[in-house]
């Protein structure tokens, strides 16, 4: 299967009055064809601005520092606003989080689902017209002719949801980008969209980044997972890895934190502390002052991610101490850092 997406040592910075805001911090990955990637993390590990640096939508104060993303073979870091108009949408689409807010209030669904495809493509006006009511029609809303000439106030929270997927594949992207997209939504609409996004997926052959902080999501609709904290993959593997053998501490306690059957009438429990000030970026690992099994080399020396098996890599300090243990590894732990063979 051929890689679609290939991003590489990525850092993007926010430059504000307090100082330089690291955001991301040396993410690489890959996506190939069909396949469907998920990121998660709570809030501010970087998900999403990972997401709007491929896209080069980031706010003014973002921008690249280093890195390389190449779509398709293409770089698109430094390509130019004039590379990008014709990668967003073509190529590259996205649905926001809140539809709500991503939908003009003043605009009909069809004059906003028609000036994409017109911008995007070479169709006139009868030709984006119906191509729009059959986007309407494939992500099943119901008298999408009639629904064309309605504002988003008049339809739900599951059919804006529905509408911004319809928009986001009107021009036949390569990879659809979706940003929390069922967060806004309640758990039996949250499911029909999942079921949707799945069904398009199969049927049109793209690839999914889907960005999201519910494990629910990813166990439903991912192939691969990269898990971040702090700007950084902690760990990524296939899902069936990273679900039943994680090996990053971040990781556990994210798993930790979900409800099942067997955790039925006792407490979650959930990881402690705060997330770290990423205006100062510690030298060692960052989840370490939040990591109940933290040892001192992780306060002091970052851990390099190790491959763990052919599916499966993690950058957390406890392989290193488990491979030692077993004899699997030679480590040579100094003031200055560590370093594992």
Known sequence: MSTLLEVRDLHTSFFTDAGEVKAVNGVSFFLDRGKVLGIVGES???KSVTAYSIMQILAGTGKIVSGSIKLDGQELVGAGESVMRTVRGNKVSIIFQDPMTSLNPTYTIGKQLMEAILLHTDRNRKQAWDRAVEMLRLVNVNEPEKRMKQYPFEFSGGMRQRVMIAMALACEPDILIA???TTALDVTI???ILELMKSLQEELGMAIIMITHDLG???QMCDEVIVMYAGS??????????FYNPRHEYTK???RSIPTVHTAGTKLKPITGTPIDL???PAGCPFASRCDNAMKICLRSRCESMVINADHKSGCWMNVKAGVEDGSI??????EGGEAQ
């Open 44 to 46: 501010g590990s970087g």
């Open 179 to 181: 940003d929390e997209p």
């Open 190 to 192: 949250q499911a029909q």
């Open 217 to 219: 999501v990813v166990a």
């Open 233 to 242: 993959i902690c760990e990524q593997g296939t899902a069936d890895e990273i």
């Open 253 to 255: 306690g994210l798993m």
């Open 279 to 281: 205006l100062n970026m």
């Open 330 to 335: 030679t480590v040579d732990i100094s003031e």
